[in-house]
């Protein structure tokens, strides 16, 4: 079995929750070639044929990012650094693409057969905070994959993080129960 885990972000949560991920599907599939692929590297060669494939990103404005949610989040969270004169430290490639670009611009089209997919997010615990899991559902079953799973999210604490105690657990836990057909 393969699987890819592609994510977006910004400051290193949901790099963590797919790390997580990738620790529960490696479990429950031992003899698993498991990946973990930043959205920016997640080019259709890199990718390849997969038996699973995991998106994920964070969420902003209630849904998926876009490039002016993500220039504003790193700019926000840069002020606040300053103000709390503290190191300003974003996820590398976090001003590039995000997972929505990715769907309009790289993912091909699933080809015949079994496409097995998951979405994800990470988000804040709050009233109307949203989430962009439900976004990339949609865009994975638009371009050919079948969901082996609801859609999850993963919380955060606050805009830059830290996850919430139990989260990653929680995310590898969820990797270990998806079940490729």
Same mark, same amino acid.
């Given at each position: 079995?393969?699987?890819?885990?592609?994510? $977006?972000?910004?400051?290193?949560?949901?790099?963590?929750?797919? *790390?997580?991920?990738?620790?529960? %599907?490696?479990?429950?599939?031992?003899?698993?070639?498991?990946?973990? %692929?930043? %959205?920016? *590297?997640? &080019? @259709?060669?890199?990718?390849? @044929?997969?038996?699973?494939?995991?998106? +994920?990103? @964070?969420?902003?404005?209630?849904?998926?990012?876009?490039?002016?949610?993500?220039?504003?989040?790193?700019?926000?969270?840069? /002020?606040?650094?300053? /103000?709390?004169?503290?190191?300003?430290? @974003?996820?590398?490639?976090? $001003? +590039?693409?995000?997972? =929505?670009?990715?769907?309009?611009?790289?993912?091909?089209? #699933?080809?015949? +057969?079994?496409?097995? #997919?998951?979405?994800?997010?990470?988000?804040?615990?709050?009233? &109307? !905070?949203g989430a962009a899991a439900g976004g990339i559902a949609r865009r994975l079953r638009g371009h050919g994959y079948e969901l082996v799973a609801e859609?999850?999210?993963?919380?955060?604490? *606050?805009?830059?993080?830290?996850? =919430?105690?139990?989260?990653? *657990?929680?995310?590898? !836990?969820?990797?270990?129960?998806?079940? %490729? !057909?």
């Amino acid at each position: 079995m393969r699987a890819v885990i592609v994510y $977006e972000s910004l400051f290193g949560n949901t790099r963590e929750i797919a *790390d997580a991920i990738r620790e529960g %599907v490696k479990e429950a599939h031992p003899d698993a070639e498991v990946e973990c %692929v930043a %959205v920016a *590297d997640a &080019l @259709p060669e890199r990718i390849g @044929p997969t038996d699973l494939l995991v998106v +994920g990103g @964070p969420t902003h404005m209630r849904g998926m990012t876009t490039g002016m949610s993500r220039k504003m989040g790193l700019k926000s969270e840069e /002020k606040d650094a300053e /103000k709390e004169e503290r190191a300003f430290v @974003p996820e590398e490639g976090a $001003e +590039g693409p995000g997972v =929505r670009d990715w769907f309009h611009d790289t993912l091909p089209k #699933a080809h015949t +057969g079994t496409h097995a #997919a998951a979405a994800f997010d990470t988000r804040a615990d709050m009233r &109307l !905070a949203g989430a962009a899991a439900g976004g990339i559902a949609r865009r994975l079953r638009g371009h050919g994959y079948e969901l082996v799973a609801e859609p999850e999210g993963f919380i955060i604490e *606050d805009t830059e993080g830290p996850l =919430r105690e139990g989260e990653r *657990d929680r995310a590898r !836990a969820w990797g270990a129960a998806l079940q %490729v !057909a």
